[in-house]
């Protein structure tokens, strides 16, 4: 049975004032004082907007109201003014459009009030990540703030609770982007050099990449371009192996001199493109990483990044981020979170036993034979529960899940029902309340034929997982949150969030609070969104200098 969702305050305020806020020229803003949603007097304009947040930050903890984090609180934090609270409307746009299958269209507040007066949505403008303190997007009018804002809260409901939340994320996103990962440019480039050799010049491979290519050539007996597939493939086929894609676990099944080079090259060549010099120049200033977050970028609410692979660091380059002198990072992921989160969604009773253990995986081992050949007891239970959650699965793994079912039925039952849900084309929904796509009229008709079965098994595995993924999404964006107001007074700073895990940066005398912090923040998000579970959700927390040195 699945949990009931929590909700907060009517009106989301819980006491607090809201003041909605929208720039004007230069320093200049407006300001509206709000009960609930309702505006309370006129609104006033000030000379110096940031001067009076700040202002009214220390007198009143308002929750302030405006229409993008990524802008409008940027330009507060490149002021030096950081707030508590806010509620960011082009984030509950998104979660609102969601609900109506309208995930990825445009959420600025004029898109907003078009869509509720029955008129086109005007395009999209994009935020910068690190925005000049004046200029840049067109002024928002505090009329349509406030307009949208009261739109917004009638049509609410239990996604409160995720509303806040969300809005804390995009505080989090500013800060972090503001804040930036401390990065060693000098440590970076020896990375890469011992890697790839030397800095090439503009439009040539680095020397070792090079080698590689001459090597692959070599081995073929003729020039090709390994960056390219086209040629890779009929390279190989004309060595008599046809293979379908030059995919790492394809190759490896080949039998042919150039492999070991292909498969070498291709991930350097990743390392090169993706995190190279180029990346260095781009994103690293002053020693420190700044990407651009999205938050909830990603359908199931998870985060995304505008360049700078800032959710996929390479664990090769993490050698790189090392702390400011005087500090350390302290590093926290959550352990086997999505399983644990199924059986707290789940209240399957046997499952969240299990889930008590430290390692979920062991702790399902007994129920699958050790063989003297093939995968560990520990490693079948982990296929089984990626099976159960992602779908999908063959051969062993189909009768590695059938004995997972048998012991845990709810909890497969939980997520049978949301696949099943998913190929009828109906949207589903995380604990929160955020909304998956749902199946529009050519999809309805597709699987009413013979050829939709294959898309309607495909959307049963989107909506099996999602119902997991995007519950774990909100665990992770609790936590980020209620961490982030643990240490907002203090010199203790988030500098990187991915998922399920947190990097601080804080001086080294504070390492055993913050660490404490971080401990009771996660314990914190467990009771907020699923109370008097038995499911842990245990953290590896380490303090360290270098992120490489994380367990």
């Known amino acids: 049975m699945k949990r009931p969702v929590r909700t907060v305050t009517p009106g989301g305020h819980n006491g607090r004032v809201n003041i909605a806020v929208a720039w004007g020229e230069d320093e200049e803003g407006d300001l509206q004082v709000l009960e609930g949603a309702v505006p309370v007097g006129p609104p006033r304009t000030v000379p110096d907007l940031a001067a009076e947040v700040a202002r009214l930050e220390r007198a009143e903890e308002p929750r302030w109201v405006w229409e993008s984090s990524a802008r409008d609180y940027a330009r507060l934090l490149a002021s030096g003014v950081r707030v ?12 609102l459009l969601a609900r109506e299958n309208g995930f990825g269209e445009p959420r600025s507040a004029a898109a907003a009030l078009a869509r509720r007066q029955g008129l086109p949505a005007p395009a999209e403008h994009r935020h ?5 303190l004046f200029g840049g997007a067109p002024a928002t009018p505090l009329a349509d703030v406030v307009a949208v804002h009261r739109a917004q809260e009638a049509e609410l409901g239990p996604l409160r609770l995720l509303a806040a939340a969300e809005s804390a994320g995009g505080l989090a996103a500013a800060e972090m982007s503001r804040e930036g990962v401390p990065w060693r440019t000098d440590v970076h480039d020896e990375l890469l050099t011992g890697l790839l050799g030397p800095r090439p010049a503009p439009g040539m491979r680095p020397r070792l990449l090079q080698d590689l290519a001459d090597g692959i050539s070599a081995a073929f007996g003729g020039h090709l371009n390994p960056d390219s597939p ?13 293979v379908a894609s030059t995919r790492a ?24 493109t993706a995190h190279g010099w180029s990346w260095m120049d781009s994103w690293v200033r002053d020693g420190r990483f700044r990407p651009e ?37 302290v590093v926290a992921d959550a352990a086997q979170l999505e399983p644990r989160v199924l059986a707290a969604l789940a209240d399957d009773a046997a499952f969240a036993a299990a889930a008590a253990q430290g390692d979920l995986y062991a702790a399902l081992a007994d129920a699958f034979p050790e063989a003297p050949d093939g995968p560990s007891p520990r490693d079948k239970a982990k296929i089984a529960m990626l099976s159960a959650m992602y ?20 909890a497969f039952g939980y997520v049978e029902a949301a696949a099943r849900a998913g190929e009828r084309g109906q949207a589903v929904s995380s604990l929160l309340g955020r909304a998956s796509p749902a199946g529009d009229a050519a999809y309805r008709e597709l699987i009413t034929t013979s050829a939709g079965r294959s898309a309607a098994l495909s959307r049963g595995r989107f909506t099996r997982n999602f119902v997991v993924q995007a519950t774990a999404a909100e665990w992770a964006l609790a936590f980020l949150a209620l ?24 001086p080294e005398a504070d390492a055993e609070a913050v660490a404490a912090e971080v401990e009771e923040a996660a314990e914190q998000a467990r009771r907020l969104l699923f109370a008097d579970t038995p499911v842990v959700f245990p953290l590896h927390t380490s303090v360290v200098d270098c992120y490489a040195d994380a367990k």
């Open 249 to 272: 676990w394809e190759l490896r099944g080949v039998d042919h001199p150039a492999v070991a080079a292909v498969l070498e090259y291709k991930e350097l060549a990743r390392l090169y």
């Open 84 to 95: 508590a609270r806010c509620y960011d409307l082009e984030l509950i746009e998104g979660l």
């Open 293 to 329: 977050y999205v938050v909830g970028g990603v359908v199931s609410g998870r985060w995304a990044s505008r360049g700078g692979g800032a959710l996929q660091i390479p664990k090769v380059l993490r050698r790189a981020v090392v702390a400011d002198p005087g500090h350390v990072l």
């Open 483 to 506: 961490l982030r107001g643990r240490l907002l007074a203090g010199p203790a700073e988030i500098v990187f969030f991915q998922h399920d895990e947190v990097i601080v940066h804080t």
């Open 391 to 410: 779908g999908g699965g063959t051969g062993e793994a189909v009768a590695l899940l059938a004995v997972l079912r048998g012991r845990f039925p709810a």
């Open 128 to 132: 910068e990540a690190q925005p000049s």
């Open 230 to 242: 086209k040629q890779l493939l009929k390279a190989f086929a004309a060595a008599g192996h046809t």
